[in-house]
């Protein structure tokens, strides 16, 4: 029994030994965050073939289809969102006419509004706040000037918000010199804020994205610039949503100049401390025999009948880019969603936007958990312009990955706040995870180390892991130390101490 003893309390004694080694390396407190590896800000290492993997969603079914006679060919840069027990969807109504040379507008841009119990049927309400010829209940929200174009939304979360100004919104063009803002306080019955514009520099036609950060008390906005004759995105901040700060331009280190045309910015809401966006991206393509035979043809001859070559020859597509500071984006260069099979038609420039939002919805493996939905449009230009919902696993827009060969990844020093230490995680049948915890010198914790762990295989977002002696970890907890990851065949999304 003395022996048993004294072999437990050396342990203990060298353990603290390695865990003091590592305060010469400030290490990062992610209390009980999760923490998703979109980037390399945790990484310290890499060994064997591991390397961060970006996914793509799955496509689903069409979400809704703009066939009313305010809405059309154009509408879009819809911004969804839940709210308590409906899920609620804003989006402009536009469409242009390609019978014959100019291009033109059909009809003036409206706001319109749809709303969903489960974020995945959608119904457009029969409301009776604008007029429109021949059908005086309709679903549009607001009909105004410029700022229709991209009318942009969200529930303001900041405490020191007005019941009145519950809602908010911004939009505008250079025809209105600016951004304007809204509020609303029920999401439907919206009047002005501001004046006049309350951000003047900038491109602004297209989707400008605005919320409330917590940690920061801010308002922040970002919204359309031109940087270096591309496209791109800037963004401003304000403490009342009134002063705004000019805008300033974001940055893509170690990402070649690529056009940016929406940005679809906001914090993850599953780890809030972490900016995702979902760009889309501008492709400049130059005329050549084939983009004639890339289809729709039929369409795309059609617009290079009646107007200039941009619009049959760029192409659009999705990126996802993810900050922690909101001004240093981590920009994945291969597109987050392709186009698709020619024969799906969404090889226009005007296709792939997505949506503003993510959300979660039941996925449809009955035992399975939650996915995230997005929307993306398709048919642009025509007349069964549409959106269809795309999901995603939980934190699963990219994960460390190894292949079968294997890989393992070790993270920066980390103090964290929990009992329990869980992965969101998936492998092979023939691969697996292993973790260990580590000193800054990289000398595994007694008791934590690569043999002490058990071998993980399946796919779980919320797998807890443990080692022979057990999962619980509250004796390491506020100390800081190292994670090992272990690798083969798998991928891992995600982790969170609790």
């Not at 305010?70 to 709210?83: L, M």
């Not at 119904?123 to 010829?133: A, D, E, R, S």
């Not at 799906?344 to 009955?366: A, I």
Request: positive net charge.
């Amino acid at each position: 029994m003395k022996n048993m003893i004294r072999t437990v309390t050396l342990s203990l004694l060298l353990m603290n030994l390695c865990l003091t080694v590592i305060d010469a390396e400030e290490a990062i407190d992610i209390g009980s965050r999760r923490e998703l590896f979109v980037d390399q800000f945790l990484i310290k290492k890499v060994v064997g073939q591991a390397e961060l993997k970006l996914h793509q969603p799955t496509q689903r079914e069409i979400a809704i289809v703009f066939n009313e006679p305010w809405e059309g060919n154009s509408s879009g840069y819809p911004t969804v969102f839940q709210d308590g027990k409906i899920f609620r969807m804003y989006y402009r109504g536009h469409a242009y006419l390609l019978d014959k040379a100019p291009l033109r507008m059909a009809q003036s841009e409206v706001v319109c509004y749809a709303e969903s119990q489960d974020g995945i049927h959608w119904v457009k309400p029969k409301l009776k706040l604008f007029t429109w010829p021949n059908a005086n209940i309709n679903n549009i929200i607001w009909r105004g000037g410029a700022e229709a174009h991209n009318f942009s939304p969200f529930k303001d979360t900041n405490p020191a918000c007005l019941p009145d100004q519950r809602y908010k919104a911004v939009g505008g063009t250079v025809t209105t010199k600016g951004l304007l803002t809204f509020k609303s306080a029920d999401g439907i019955h919206w009047s002005k804020m501001s004046d006049g514009p309350v951000v003047t520099k900038g491109a602004f036609d297209s989707h400008n994205t605005i919320f409330w950060n917590e940690d920061h008390e801010k308002y922040v906005m970002y919204l359309r610039s031109i940087h270096a004759g591309l496209r791109h995105i800037s963004v401003s901040y304000s403490k009342d949503f009134k002063n705004w700060s000019d805008p300033v331009s974001i940055t893509f280190p170690n990402s070649p100049p690529q056009g940016m045309y929406t940005n679809q910015i906001g914090p993850y809401y599953r780890a809030p401390h972490i900016l995702l966006g979902f760009p889309t991206r501008y492709v400049v393509r130059k005329m050549n025999p084939h983009i004639k035979e890339l289809e729709p043809i039929k369409l795309r001859n059609n617009i290079f009948a009646i107007t200039d070559d941009r619009i049959g020859t760029d192409l659009t597509d999705g990126a996802f880019i993810s900050s922690r500071d909101g001004l240093a984006f981590h920009r994945f260069n291969e597109a987050f969603l392709r186009p698709g099979p020619e024969g799906e038609k969404r090889w226009m420039y005007g296709d792939n936007y997505q949506s503003y939002g993510l959300w979660e919805t039941k996925s449809e493996c009955r035992d399975c958990p939650n996915e995230i939905s997005m929307h993306f449009n398709e048919m642009s230009w025509r007349k069964n312009h549409r959106l269809r919902r795309y999901t995603i696993r939980l934190d699963g827009f990219v994960s460390m990955n190894a292949p079968y060969e294997g890989g393992e990844f070790i993270t920066k020093p980390v103090r964290f706040d929990g009992k329990k230490l869980r992965i969101n995680y998936s492998t092979s049948a023939a691969g697996s995870v292993r973790i260990e915890f580590q000193d800054a010198a990289g000398q595994p914790i007694p008791g934590y180390s690569l043999e002490d762990s058990v071998e993980l295989y399946g796919d779980s977002t919320e797998q807890l892991v443990s080692w022979k002696q057990g999962s619980d970890i509250s004796s390491l907890n506020g100390k800081p130390i190292c994670l090992r990851f272990v690798l083969k065949d798998g991928d891992i999304y995600s982790y969170q101490f609790r």
